[in-house]
Structure formats: structure tokens, C-alpha cells
């Protein structure tokens, strides 16, 4: 009868502290998606400058190397080649399909998305530089709440789980 107690205690424990780390998984998540962005940023705007790419082959460019974002900008590209359509919509389109956006971060992104491949190229320099400095700035907002409140809900969660196995024993 103990043995059972003992493992149905366990089995709440472990249980707990795996809901725990999964309330905790959408900070982790935003702050490894916005880094991507920032790096598909600073590489957009080398490519648009330096090499004086276009949108479509330089977002395809900067999009390598980063998981998150390589196959929805591969999907924005084949969207823009394949339609007569306007870019922002198709930008819009491919923001809904990046996991861990929150609505802030969407926001900034959008923002963008009205500028790139609508003028000169000091003018997208400029956009693509701002919404870089937002990005850096939710970055680091991000890793404030992954590290704060992203751990309060695992740590709650295994205390629970303690006190139920308290009470089962």
C-alpha cells in the first residue's frame, strides 16, 4: 500500500513539474523568434544595401540559417512569384504563420512590412534600423519575463505537486 502512495506521490510530482516547464516553454519560444528576426534584420539590410539585392531574393537570403523563419519566408517568396499580389499582404499573411509572436512584436513587424520594397533604399535603411532597435528592446523584455515570470509557473507548479504528494502519503 506505501509502494502505491510512493508512486502515485512520484507520479504527481513529475507531472506538476512537466505542466510547470510547458507554461514556461511561450517565453522561451518568443525570445528565440525575436532573436531571429533581429538577425534577418541586420543580414536584410546588408543584402538590401551591399549586394543591392531585391526584396524577395534578399529576404530569402537572410532567412537562411535561422529555422524559425526560413520556410514561412520561403513561402512569403513563392507567394510574391506565384501572385499579383501586394507585399504587405502577403507580409501580413506570412507574420500569422511565426510561431511566438505576441502582439507587440507583430506590431513592429507589421510596421515594417508597409515600408520594405516601397522605397529608396535609404529610406528602408532607416525603417529596417528602427525596427531593429524595437526588437532589440522587446528582446530584452523577453528574457526579463522568461526569466522572472517564466519560472514563477514552474516553481508554483512543482510546489503543488509537492503538497498533493504531502497529503496522498
Not at 78 to 94: C, H, P, T, V
Not at 117 to 124: E, F, V, W
Request: aromatic share 6%.
Amino acid at each position: 500500500m506505501i509502494w502505491l502512495k510512493l508512486a502515485g506521490s512520484l507520479l504527481v510530482i513529475g507531472s506538476t513539474a512537466g505542466l510547470g516547464r510547458l507554461s514556461a516553454r511561450p517565453y522561451a519560444e518568443r525570445v528565440g523568434t525575436l532573436e531571429e528576426w533581429q538577425r534577418l534584420l541586420k543580414r536584410l539590410m546588408t543584402l538590401i544595401e551591399w549586394k543591392r539585392l531585391p526584396l524577395s531574393a534578399a529576404l530569402g537570403e537572410a532567412a537562411r540559417g535561422s529555422p524559425r523563419l526560413t520556410s514561412v519566408v520561403a513561402h512569403l517568396i513563392s507567394e510574391l512569384q506565384n501572385r499579383d499580389e501586394e507585399f504587405f499582404m502577403a507580409w501580413r499573411r506570412l507574420l500569422d504563420r511565426v510561431p511566438a509572436l505576441w502582439a507587440e512584436d507583430r506590431a513592429v513587424l507589421e510596421d515594417l512590412g508597409r515600408v520594405l520594397g516601397r522605397s529608396d533604399i535609404a529610406h528602408q535603411h532607416e525603417h529596417l534600423r528602427a525596427a531593429e532597435q524595437e526588437l532589440d528592446r522587446l528582446i530584452r523584455e523577453a528574457r526579463w519575463q522568461r526569466v522572472h515570470e517564466g519560472r514563477l509557473g514552474p516553481a508554483l507548479l512543482t510546489a503543488v505537486g509537492i503538497m498533493l504528494a504531502i497529503v496522498l502519503l
